[in-house]
């Protein structure tokens, strides 16, 4: 059983321009969950895909969007990036939606954004 | 607006003790909370799940209770091992907020020889 696994791990971009983040949940997953870290913060919810629609999202603007593909995978898209986007990106995959079983995350994508 | 608290400072404990970590929220009406290990540069890894109408659960040497009077969590890591050292999140699912996870800020464990 293989477990979540997000590319790149590490990523350098210029402020205003667009980035891709991507995600293979773990196997059996249909729940795919992305969210935000800031340094000494608390994972931030970005959205929620569940069978390739989004099912609930946080207190992002819309230039930060997502899919969710046949296979489960997902990607993550963030437009017009600012410095403030600098974090680590996790993604999560779960059995259902909904926070009523734990979630297994990946390692993270680190973006810098200067 | 919904706020979950950790303590913000480390904790440091010798080898072999109790630790105890605590989640306070409120503006909740949670129907789950969970709790998660993060170590550095890595994704949090999930621990344990406790559903708003237990009152304790256990797994190995962790223990985690919930007090919905309260409004708090704790977290026990007994016969703690430096192994334990990490940053523990206590996280919880907001009844009607659109099936997402809201996070703490997290506490820093360090278990001492």
């Known amino acids: 059983e293989t477990g979540v696994t997000q590319s790149p791990t590490h990523l350098i971009k210029t402020r205003g321009q667009q980035v891709t983040l991507r995600c293979s949940s773990q196997s059996g997953h249909n729940t795919v969950s992305w969210y935000q870290q800031a340094l000494g913060q608390g994972p931030q919810f970005i959205f929620q895909?569940?069978?390739?629609?989004?099912?609930g999202r946080g207190n992002f603007p819309p230039r930060f969007s997502g899919l969710q593909f046949p296979n489960y995978s997902s990607e993550l898209n963030v437009n017009a990036l600012e410095l403030d986007d600098s974090a680590l990106y996790l993604c999560a995959s779960s059995l259902q939606q909904g926070a009523n079983y734990g979630y297994t995350f990946g390692s993270g994508t680190r973006l810098t954004v200067v | 607006s919904q706020k979950i608290e950790q303590n913000s400072e480390a904790l440091n404990i010798q080898e072999g003790k109790t630790a105890t970590l605590t989640c306070n929220y409120t503006?909740?009406?949670?129907?789950?909370l969970q709790w998660y290990r993060q170590d550095p540069g890595r994704g949090p890894v999930f621990l344990l799940l406790i559903r708003e109408n237990e009152k304790e659960k256990r797994k190995e040497r962790l223990k985690v209770t919930f007090d919905t009077t309260l409004k708090q969590s704790l977290f026990h890591i007994t016969a703690s091992q430096p192994a334990d050292s990490a940053t523990y999140l206590c996280?919880?699912?907001?009844?009607?907020?659109?099936?997402?996870?809201?996070f703490g800020t997290g506490t820093q464990l360090k278990v001492e020889l």
């Open positions: 996280a919880l699912d907001y009844r009607g907020g659109g099936n997402k996870l809201t």
């Open positions: 895909y569940y069978r390739e629609e989004e099912n």
């Open positions: 503006n909740y009406s949670p129907a789950y």
